[in-house]
């Protein structure tokens, strides 16, 4: 070992560079941390440093571009249609843009027109869907790649179809009786059923004889068969926790929309139709006291009605006639209303009069109330024809929104299915930013009711005075209350119906809030549904993606009060003017209902003789696009004569005002409250404010405000927030160059533009949000603008790219400021994201110069080399702009102002870049927050300037300038700086700058020169391995490093950036011949191995130089998998997820689908082999057992051969358990890992991370090139190759099938992940509260997640959800799982195949191959004795009849293990009760028989071995079926049969003999099937097995473990252990026989102190048994190893059981074995236990805390029983079991056997009499019996353990009277003893002994009485004296021994007894005795009344002294009794009378 390891160590040296080696001694001096680092052989540079990159463009242009053949070409390069430019037209919702045309606009409209129109531009890379993070591998891809798998066959899904094999029919409830004593039936029966079974179909070409080349070619063909291509589709998808890479492209930005509801007005009907009724709808939020909808007028009127109006109406416009609209609420919430008003044609008198008529007259009155209501509708005729353009109100009612949609039961809302993090922002759009206050009680949803239709039958009438909104929302307010006011008020009756439903998501025939029809809109004259225009109740944060430009006007109120004349019923009137002509009113003002689309003016209703009018009107108008200064809004008041009067006109003026729309640029909006002016306006008003008072007009109330009135626009063209105001109007005004320009108070010229701009620039961050959001776009436009194209004014650039840079950042920050609660989990906010994705373009071309110069493009702006300039203008630039201040304006000098313009264009993601880097400490703040969108918007920048520039040609180094992509590599170096310091202070943020700095280097990998993003890479990585060694917390660093890595590594391209398919270069030996001298001979090949080959397999430095991103990803895995990592958990699951999911990404990708293209990849992870093999010690033990870690690896040591051991004959734990002490001489502990202490270093993984990581390393060796694996294979060293086979058996078990049934069990407990505990283990390693998932946590302290609300995306609560709350899966759900995971075992154990055959081919030639093989052949076994599928079988079988045939030695030679082993297996599966699975194990079984007989003539090893295997398989297999393996038997006769090449030998003879004899085992254990439900036959059977083996050691051993095994099942732990006792014994008479050794027991006799019955082992002596015959004893038990190892789980049987001193006993025989191999490590173990079970015994020392069994005698009688009838048991039952627990159970298991009515218990316990029984029936008679002991041995048994432990005698008491009766009168009562004894001392092998004597004695009524005396006696002494005493216990014992009412008491018992002398003398004996029984009585008494005295308080003294009196009284009346004298008691008795007084007559009485 040492040598190898000298090897080792200089072939480490040859393999490094000097320099290195310089390196590394100096680092080991200076003692730097890293020097510990592990360091692979031949790697150079340590893993903790990174290599140094290969050059990408230089490798790639120097390898010739048809190197490789066909597939393999695409993996080389890029592809090149790898990046396109797509122009995607911007989603129109309307048919029409709906844009204003032919307008001369101004520049700010302009611009936003353009911006509403212009096509997305999308930078798209055409491969990156492929990549992880754009298509994941989630559950549900897996699920749908998974369709259409095959269903694999294994036989414990079938075994559960077919539950009743063909044997059981005919048990017909046979009786129970035990078996003939011998274990054989008799066998002719048998052989004839054998004889006439059926046999299998044969393997055809199974008996010739072919080459083993050919063999191996068929067996491997046909292993390719069928296989799934892709392995890790069957595993479960990477876990969705560590997907940091995950992203998804944005939205496109679209309008914003709440939850939709969908209002259809059906019909209004009152109690009289007279008149035209109008209604407006409106949502109204009371809480905010906000209505949150424009109107939506409807008109329900009857075409006669409507007829009425004709006079004033043109014909409706179709838009007018909607009948059903759209409400939009973003903020749902229990306060909002629909309120509904109606209104009529203006008529004489006020409200209440009009309403009467509609309160008073009914329907059904009609006739009676005919005149008047003809008068009525008269009078409403003229009305209308007069005054039909005015309305007045009439009444109102509002809906409570909340109550319909709860009414109307919510549907299952889909409770935001969070299926991936993509969603998230869409559901956001949907339910808009609500989400954000949405919490408490307003969580309210509008989004999934069921459709209400409401009849609405109660209207208010409408009260002149209160018409306000103030006043509606108290009236709202007080209708939730309970005692509503308005309940009292007589209501108008009238119905209204109408529907609510959440609206569809594209409705037919829909109308914008513009008009404009939405798509889709299949018919132009379907009537339409109108979408109303939401005005949000609180503010909602959206781009405008659309142009709208809408105003509405509130008239509030008007107060005429001290206006002259005849002012009374006003009416407003508004219109629109552009000048102050009265033809120029627009007709801009929307219509209502039934009237035209648009009007030119429009009136409030009238409120009747009422001066000073409140209004409730809504005046909706469209905004021209260029609103000029002369733009007003004109407000005329008339008077309305209601009552025609000659000479009076219809309507007169009485007041004018005015609002002008623009000052200083801006609209005006707001409240106002303006003057009214009793004159017209003079001319040129409009200019002027009402607020001037110009000379010579008269106004209302001396000019004071009497008309208040709102202004609202809704428009995405006016910002409506001075800051943005200004900022656009600079902008637009220096782009026009229309100077001098007015701004509020001030001029700007070109002087002061500059600075005003600035300081604009400077005040965008005090822009309010909303407006902010909302114009985000165009202010980021303006913005790249200037610093892309710096303004010229008056000739001179100015250089504002600092300003808008700044500028920029405080924008981003906040526009992410309110938009918080939308970020997705990165903190990208999604407008912006959506911004840069499609909106942003670089400014194109510029307007055309002042001077007229043609205007320049973006492409000649970019390089001057476009326009042929000279180079050197390019470098003036570059000079002015890197000078120290950026922001100095370059002086143009002599250049003309073309080119002047020319410099000035710059290109943005320089510019960003430079700016950045130069920033100032508060800014970068602000970017560091946000880096994300710069480093999206460079990209971006540098994508469309390749794109546009047709760049894309250029060689990738040409693409960018140097001091371009020198500003970069300081950036990264600063981010990553930033990352690496934050990490402690703000982990959040870190981890957000940690991924985009990753996304952001990733995307340059597809633009600029990938080597130099490498060294970017490495730049960072340094950076990071520096800080780690002073880091407090490296695992949070680490973290980070791992998600870099990570995302890095999802590049689409990431297999072609890994540089696969050209060889390795290795590294250059520094002396050739030293190198080859010294260098580690491999295993198989006497050459050195092939430095190519291993440094392909190694994360070498040229692994790792070549395939850069891989290696990085391996190192971090490797790192993180080190004993010594730091916070291993976490950092394990991390960077094995990351390769994980890489694998699953490649397994999908159908660019390598191909097998070639597969191999190609899969070499970029071969080291991830190296690595999982160096883990193998801490990897999950998924074959559970001890001493299993190095199994195989151990085994090729040179010392220990074979030792290592798996799953044995019996169970494999056990097994394990057995071979697990190092006992051999040499030590267990393997070179593969170093000294044993070392072995279980560092953190275990779990066994989720295993198991994943085995998937992996499965993925590489299904895809690998096998001649690629075999030359590795050649090169590894022995301990190298025993750990990979242990990898392999270690895969075998992971993915071991559980079944159907396990799945239904556990259905889904294995994914119950605790959160919590994740929580608090991320929290432990990172130092802080979660991780990135938390990303959105505003409240930490409500949850550990943050609050649910905000983190609506955190995957980890919603995944684990997905799986754990839903525990019920669906049965189709679990048959899926049970068919992936039977695939994925199939493929997982035929890839473990397909390698073991390369191991095995590769070991042909080599000198070790016998220590190989038996390791390969072990996990073959293993294999084979798993769950596998029928199709598994097939090869593995296949493979172990090759590799046994052409190693024959293998089993034949060495030791037995692996035959035994071997014959398990086959037997097993010859039982199968799949056909061809029998068809393959009987070939492989006959086929051994055959090749055992060939070598030596005979077979007994193999007929050995396979009858032990038999009974071991009946013994311990459940559902074993005999039916089909007699199927297989008959197979194997019919080969033997058939065999031409053996017919001359004894062959087929022996082959037969050996059939039969199993046949009869079999036979058997169908006897044992009938018993499987009755525990105690079953035993008895295989105790006669077992007895029958006696004389084959084997045999027996193996009946004894199957009895250990079951009673271990039933919980018998004591006859368990007792099993394994004699099993030792068994050993050891064997073992003694052998040698005589002083260590070793002396046979049974050593055991006799466990149990006395050992000593039946001792009947193996030397007539029978020779230890030197062939096959016999040959198991692994009969040695000192096995020996140990049945003690031992003797001892661990005897601990389960709670018998501690037995344990003691066992190890008195193990100690002087483990001495003598001086094992202190076992001794320390044992002693250990010692002291365990020696505290244990002290503790328990009262007894009552161990129970040790009870016991019961059961009798049966009747023929029924069969061998039972007259026979008596002793049973043992478990501890505290009740008569009636064991009578029940005995009396339901015979009734089910013998049917109802038959079994009968008998209830007494006396002596049965068997002819008064019916014969017919079966009687059972069970009593309670009591370990009994003679005098003399209670001396022996002390404790309470000695009184339960080798019991053989029982006693049981039985009451009776002489007439029969149980219990009787004191002197007639007689008691009956029984003492029985049984053949064994319990405990035993077996839990019922028979009873083998019986002796009875019976009591005379005054012995009895004496007994009983004694007993209370001893009752009071012990209640006395008990320590602690226990006054309660004490004064039941002294109240039932003195109390006077005590029935059959003391007191009565002398009285009967003592009363008078007898005349008998035999009895004077018993007089005396009873006598002095109640004088000890008395006295014991008189104690403990004393003592009772000193325990009790002062409550219970009375009670005391009646307890005395009671005493006293007693003691009085026995004192006569008591002082009697006997007469002739001193005289001697004759011989003959003292028959009564024998021994048995007192055994109880002196206990």
Not at 21 to 39: A, D, I, L, N, T
Not at 69 to 95: I, S
Request: net charge negative; charged share 25%.
């Amino acid at each position: 070992m040492a040598a190898a390891e000298r090897r080792a160590f200089a072939h480490k040296i040859n393999r490094t560079v000097a320099a290195e080696v310089r390196k590394q001694v100096s680092r080991e001096r200076s003692g730097s941390p890293s020097s510990s680092r592990r360091c692979s052989s031949s790697l150079g540079v340590p893993l903790t440093e990174v290599v140094e990159p290969l050059d990408f463009e230089d490798v790639l242009l120097s390898r010739p571009p048809d190197a490789e053949p066909g597939p393999l070409r695409d993996l080389v390069e890029f592809p090149a249609d790898d990046l396109e430019l797509l122009l995607q037209p911007r989603e129109c919702r309307t048919t029409e843009p709906g844009i204003p045309k032919d307008e001369k606009l101004d520049a700010q409209v302009r611009a936003a027109v353009e911006m509403y129109i212009e096509d997305w531009v999308i930078v798209h890379r055409r491969y990156q869907y492929l990549s992880a993070a754009y298509s994941p591998v989630t559950t549900e891809t897996q699920r749908e790649r998974q369709k259409g798998l095959p269903r694999q066959v294994f036989e414990q899904d079938a075994s559960g179809d077919e539950r009743s094999g063909p044997e059981d029919s005919n048990d017909s409830r046979r009786g129970s009786g035990s078996p003939e004593d011998t274990p054989r039936s008799s066998g002719a029966s048998s052989i004839f059923d054998l004889r006439n079974l059926a046999a299998d179909s044969l393997l055809p070409s199974l008996l010739e004889r072919t080459a083993p080349e050919d063999v191996d070619r068929r067996n491997e063909s046909l292993r390719r068969q069928h296989r799934p291509p892709a392995l890790l589709t069957l595993y479960p998808a990477p876990d969705e926790d560590e997907a940091v890479e995950r992203c998804s492209h944005p939205e496109p930005p679209r309008e914003h929309f709440g939850q939709r509801i969908l209002v259809k007005c059906l019909s209004l009907k009152f109690e009289i139709e007279i008149e035209p009724i109008f209604g407006i709808l409106a949502l109204y939020d009371v809480r905010e006291k906000k209505k949150i909808s424009e109107n939506f007028y409807f008109d329900l009127n009857s075409d006669s009605i409507k007829g009425l109006l004709r006079a004033h109406g043109t014909h409706p416009a179709i838009s007018t006639l909607a009948r059903s609209a759209i409400f939009s609420v973003t903020y749902p919430s229990p306060d909002i209303f629909l309120v509904i008003k109606l209104e009529k044609v203006l008529q004489q008198g006020d409200i209440s009069e009009c309403c009467e008529p509609y309160m008073v007259m009914k329907e059904v009155d009609t006739a009676k109330n005919k005149e008047k209501l003809e008068k009525l509708r008269l009078a409403a005729e003229q009305f209308c024809t007069r005054l039909g353009r005015y309305r007045m109100p009439f009444a109102w009612t509002a809906v409570h929104l909340a109550n319909i949609v709860s009414s109307a039961g919510q549907l299952d809302r889909d409770s935001d299915s969070e299926g991936e993090r993509r969603s998230a922002w869409t559901d956001r759009r949907r339910r808009g930013p609500q989400d954000r206050a949405s919490s408490g009680d307003d969580a309210c949803s509008f989004s999934g009711f069921r459709p209400a239709t409401l009849t609405v039958t109660n209207f208010f009438k409408q009260e002149a005075e209160r018409l306000s909104d103030e006043d509606l929302f108290k009236f709202l307010a007080d209708m939730r209350r309970p005692s509503s006011l308005l309940r009292r008020l007589r209501p108008v009756t009238a119905q209204l119906k109408i529907d609510i439903s959440p609206a569809p998501e594209n409705p037919h025939f829909c109308l914008s809030p513009e008009l404009l029809h939405i798509k889709p809109y299949p018919d132009p004259r379907g009537r339409p549904t109108k979408e109303i225009l939401e005005f949000p109740a609180r503010e909602v944060y959206a781009p405008h993606t659309s142009y709208r430009n809408l105003l509405y006007v509130y008239p509030h109120s008007l107060n005429f009060s001290s206006r002259q004349g005849s002012v009374r019923n006003l009416a407003v009137r508004v219109q629109y003017m552009t000048g102050e002509d009265p033809s120029q009113a627009l007709p801009v003002i929307f219509g209502k209902s039934s009237c035209s689309e648009f009007t030119r003016e429009a009136f409030t209703p009238v409120v009747y003789h009422n001066k000073s009018p409140e209004f409730y009107e809504e005046f909706k108008l469209h905004l021209p696009a260029c609103v000029t200064e002369n733009h007003h809004l004109l407000f005329t008041f008339y008077h309305v004569s209601c009552q025609p009067r000659p000479g009076t006109a219809l309507e007169t003026p009485v007041g004018f005002t005015w609002i002008p729309l623009l000052q200083h640029g801006r609209l005006r909006t707001g409240p106002f409250c303006l003057p009214v002016s009793v004159d017209q306006p003079p001319p040129s008003y409009s200019v002027l404010t009402p607020d001037v008072a110009l000379p010579g007009m008269r106004w209302v109330d001396g000019h004071k405000g009497v008309f208040s009135v709102e202004l609202t626009a809704v428009s995405s063209v006016h910002p409506q927030d001075p800051h943005l105001d200004k900022f656009f109007t600079l902008v637009h005004v220096l782009e026009e160059g229309a100077f001098p320009f007015r701004l509020k108070d001030a001029v700007l010229s070109e002087g002061n533009v500059e600075q005003e701009l600035r300081a604009s620039l400077a005040a965008l961050r005090l822009a309010s949000p909303e407006p902010l959001v909302a114009f985000s776009h165009h202010v980021l436009d303006k913005l790249v603008r200037l610093v892309v194209r710096p303004p010229i004014i008056s000739g001179q650039i100015v250089n504002l790219g600092r300003g808008a840079f700044e500028a920029m950042a405080h924008v981003v920050s906040l526009v992410h400021r309110s938009l918080e609660a939308a970020q997705d989990a990165r903190g990208h906010c999604p407008q912006l994201a959506a911004y840069i994705h499609y909106a942003f373009r670089l400014p194109g071309t510029e307007p055309s110069l002042p001077d007229g110069a043609p205007p320049v493009t973006v492409q000649a702006a970019t390089l001057a080399r476009g326009s042929g300039r000279p180079i050197s203008l390019y470098l003036a630039r570059s000079k002015s702009i890197s000078s120290s201040n950026p922001d100095l304006a370059v002086a143009p000098g002599s250049v003309d102002d073309e080119v002047s313009r020319i410099l000035a264009s710059k290109l943005l993601h320089e510019e960003l870049a430079l700016q950045w880097v130069v920033s100032s400490s508060a800014v970068r703040e602000a970017i560091l927050q946000h880096a994300w969108f710069f480093f999206q918007l460079m990209v971006k920048s540098m994508a469309l300037h390749l794109l546009l520039g047709q760049r894309l040609d250029t060689p990738r180094k040409l693409r960018f300038p140097g001091r371009f992509l020198d500003d970069i590599t300081a950036l990264v170096g600063s981010v990553g700086l930033e990352v690496i310091t934050r990490v402690h202070k703000d982990v959040e943020l870190a981890e957000r700058l940690n991924a985009s700095l990753a996304f952001f280097l990733s995307d340059l990998l597809s633009l600029v020169d990938r080597g130099f993003v490498f060294s970017l890479v490495r730049a960072h990585y340094k950076q990071v391995a520096t800080r780690l060694q002073s880091s407090p917390n490296p695992a949070a660093l680490l973290t980070l490093r791992m998600e870099f890595t990570r995302i890095l590594c999802s590049h689409e391209h990431y297999v072609t950036l890994n540089l696969p398919c050209c060889p390795l270069s290795p590294p250059a030996s520094p002396s050739p011949s030293v190198s080859s001298t010294t260098s580690q001979s491999s295993t198989f090949s006497s050459q050195a191995p092939d430095p190519k080959v291993t440094s392909m397999f190694e994360l070498s430095g040229p692994f790792r130089q070549q395939h850069f991103l891989a290696g990085l990803l391996l190192t971090e895995l490797a790192l993180a998998l080190e004993p010594e990592a730091e916070g291993a958990f976490l950092l394990h699951k991390k960077a094995i997820s990351a390769v994980h999911s890489l694998l699953c990404g490649h397994d999908t990708d159908p660019r390598y689908a191909a097998a070639t293209v597969k191999a190609c990849v899969a070499e970029l992870y071969l080291p991830l082999l190296s690595i999982a093999r160096d883990t193998l010690p801490r990897l999950h033990d998924f074959a559970e057992g001890p001493g299993q870690r190095s199994r195989l690896a151990s085994m090729l040591d040179s010392d220990t051969e074979g030792e290592g051991d798996i799953a044995g004959t019996i169970n494999p734990s056990v097994a394990m358990a057995i071979a697990g002490g190092p006992l051999a001489p040499g030590s267990r502990a393997s070179i593969s890992q170093g000294p044993p202490t070392a072995s279980r270093a560092g953190c275990a993984l779990s066994a989720e991370s295993s198991r994943t990581l085995l998937a992996c390393v499965l993925w590489v060796l299904k895809n690998a090139e096998p001649a690629l694996l075999q030359r590795w294979a050649t090169d590894l060293t022995l301990p190298q190759l025993g750990r990979l086979l242990d990898l392999l058996y270690l895969c075998l078990a992971a993915f071991e099938y559980k079944g159907k049934k396990a799945f239904e069990r556990i259905n889904s407990l294995t994914f119950k992940k605790s959160l919590d505990m994740k929580a608090r283990l991320e929290e432990a390693i990172l130092g802080t509260i979660g991780a990135r998932q938390e990303m959105v946590r505003r409240s930490r302290e409500r949850s550990p997640f943050g609050n649910p609300e905000n983190v609506r995306w955190r995957k980890s609560v919603t995944h684990w959800k997905q799986t754990s709350d839903r525990v019920d899966k669906t049965k189709d759900e679990m048959e899926h799982e049970a068919l992936v995971e039977g695939n994925l075992a199939t493929e997982a154990s035929l890839v473990v195949l397909d390698t073991l055959e390369i191991i095995v081919q590769t070991v042909m030639l080599s000198e070790a191959r016998e220590s190989v093989l038996g390791a390969v052949l072990k996990v073959v076994l293993y294999s084979l004795g798993s769950a596998q599928s029928a199709l598994f079988l097939q090869h593995g079988l296949a493979t172990q009849r090759a590799l046994v045939s052409k190693f024959p030695e293998l089993l034949f030679e060495e030791d037995t293990e692996l035959c035994a082993d071997l014959c398990l297996r086959l037997l097993r599966h010859c039982g199968s009760r799949i056909s061809t699975i029998r068809t393959h194990a009987s070939a492989s079984l006959y086929l051994l028989m055959r090749q055992n007989f060939e070598i030596g003539h005979n077979f007994a090893r193999v007929k050995m071995q396979v009858t032990m295997s038999l009974s071991s398989l009946v013994g311990t297999t459940q559902n074993f079926s005999e039916e089909y393996l007699r199927r297989s038997l008959k197979t194997i006769l019919t080969y033997a049969e058939e065999d031409v090449g053996l017919r001359d030998s004894t062959f087929a003879e022996q082959v037969q003999d050996l059939m039969f004899n199993l046949h009869m085992i079999l036979t058997d254990t169908v006897k044992m099937k009938e018993h499987q439900e009755d525990p105690e036959m079953l035993i008895d059977l295989m105790y006669r097995i077992a007895r029958g083996y006696q004389g084959s050691p084997d045999l027996r051993l193996t009946w004894l473990q199957n009895m250990a095994g079951k009673h271990a099942e039933l919980g018998n732990h004591a006859e368990a252990a007792q099993c394994m006792v004699h099993a030792a014994a068994l050993v050891a008479e064997y073992l003694a026989l052998l040698e005589d050794h002083r260590h070793l027991p002396v046979g049974c006799v050593s055991f006799q102190n466990i149990s006395s019955n050992v000593l039946e082992e001792s009947a193996i002596s030397d007539d029978i048994l020779s230890p030197d015959e062939e096959g016999f004893c040959s198991g692994k038990h009969f040695t000192e190893l096995g020996l140990v190892g049945l003690l031992e789980q003797a001892a661990g049987y005897f601990t389960m059981g709670g018998l501690y001193e037995a344990v003691n006993e066992v190890y008195k025989n193990l100690i002087p074995i483990l001495e003598a191999h001086r094992d202190y490590k076992k001794l320390a173990a044992v002693h250990g236990k010692l002291q365990e079970a020696f505290t244990k015994i002290m503790h328990q020392s009262s007894g009552w805390e161990r129970v040790f069994g009870t016991y019961f005698r059961v009798g049966f009688y009747g023929a029924r029983f069969g061998d039972l009838d007259e026979q008596e048991f002793v049973y043992k039952e478990p501890s505290i079991t009740k008569l009636a627990e064991i009578s029940h159970r005995l009396e339901e298991f015979y009734t089910e056997r013998f049917g109802d009515d038959v079994v009968e218990m008998i209830k007494d316990s006396n002596p049965v009499d068997k002819s008064k029984l019916d014969a017919q029936k079966a009687y059972i008679q069970i009593t309670y019996v009591e370990p009994y002991f003679d005098t003399y041995e209670l001396k022996d048994r002390v404790t309470y353990f000695d009184r339960n432990y080798g019991l053989r005698t029982f006693l049981f008491c039985t009451p009776f009277t002489p007439d029969g009766r149980a219990h009787g009168e004191l002197p007639e009562q007689h008691k009956r003893k029984t003492l029985l004894s049984t053949d064994h001392a319990f405990p035993y092998i077996k839990t019922r002994i028979r009873v083998c004597h019986r002796e009875e004695t019976v009591l005379t009524p005054v012995e009895v009485a004496i007994e009983d005396m004694q007993k209370k006696t001893r009752e009071l002494a012990f209640a006395t004296e008990q320590d602690p005493p226990d006054a309660k216990m004490l004064q039941m014992v002294l109240q039932g021994s003195v109390g006077p009412t005590v029935n059959q008491g003391p007191l009565e018992v002398a009285q009967v007894f003592l009363a008078e002398i007898p005349e008998d003398p035999k009895l004077f004996r018993h007089h005396n005795k009873l006598r002095l029984c109640f004088k000890d009585f008395c006295k014991k008494c008189e104690d403990a009344l004393r003592k009772n005295k000193a325990l009790i308080g002062p409550d219970q003294k009375e009670y005391h002294r009646e307890l005395e009196r009671n005493y006293c009284r007693l003691r009085e009346a026995l004192q006569p009794l008591l002082t009697q004298r006997l007469p002739q008691l001193l005289a001697p008795t004759p011989p003959g009378l003292r028959n009564s007084l024998n021994r048995a007559s007192f055994r109880k009485a002196d206990l």
